[in-house]
């Protein structure tokens, strides 16, 4: 009994042995400090400069994609419809001043039963004297028609006629006809016979004066 276990730890002990004698040794690394290298300049040297980077050159423009077609389809913008235009409101031109020529007043003149009366076209004459010596000397020249009846009825004729600086007649005519001739005849012709008249007033700006003169009879 005793024998057998002093052999088993004898084994024992042989196996621990072989073990021991066999195993691989193992290398252990203990890491130490890292190392840097540092370089040492002289500070008298120039340090030289910076390199520049290069210029950042733009993306490459993609290629332009054309359509095949030369012509598309052109899609027409709806135009917007023009609004109505609001009636104007009726607009009267201004009314024109009249101005109303001096008139002298019809007056018994000349022979029996003849009256005269004067207007004139320029609204600025205000030289009535005038008009009177004109209204005289007309009249003076006028002499009833020989044989003229107009059973009593008046009748009238108004003779147009122009008045130069110098007193010289123009333009005489018939603007009014009395529906008897002999009567215009005679009218026309105290009118023709006074001529020339007085000179146009000094203080008469106007070149010449347009006169309207109005012929009255009541025949016997």
Wanted: aromatic share 6%.
């Amino acid at each position: 009994m005793r024998g057998s276990i002093l052999g088993s730890g004898v084994a024992h002990a042989g196996l621990v042995v072989i073990l021991l004698i066999v195993r691989t040794p193992v290398t252990m690394v203990v890491p130490g400090p890292d190392v840097v290298q540092v370089a040492l300049i002289d500070p008298s040297a120039p340090i030289a400069p910076a390199p520049t980077p290069p210029p950042e050159q733009p993306p490459p423009k993609p290629p332009e994609i054309k359509p095949e077609e030369a012509e598309g389809v052109k899609i027409e913008r709806e135009r917007p419809k023009p609004k109505p235009k609001a009636p104007e409101p009726d607009r009267k031109p201004p009314a024109k001043q009249v101005t109303t020529p001096p008139t002298l007043a019809p007056a018994r003149v000349g022979p029996a039963g003849l009256s005269g009366d004067l207007s004139v076209d320029s609204g600025n004459f205000e030289f009535t004297y005038y008009l009177m010596l004109i209204r005289n000397q007309i009249a003076a020249n006028w002499s009833a028609p020989a044989g003229l009846s107009t059973g009593g009825n008046p009748v009238r004729a108004v003779v147009y006629f122009r008045v130069h600086r110098g007193g010289e007649i123009t333009g005489i005519q018939l603007e009014t006809p009395s529906g008897y001739e002999f009567f215009d005849r005679s009218t026309l012709r105290a009118v023709t016979v006074s001529d020339p008249l007085p000179p146009l007033p000094l203080g008469f700006s106007g070149g010449e004066l347009g006169i309207h003169f109005g012929f009255d009879w009541e025949s016997p």
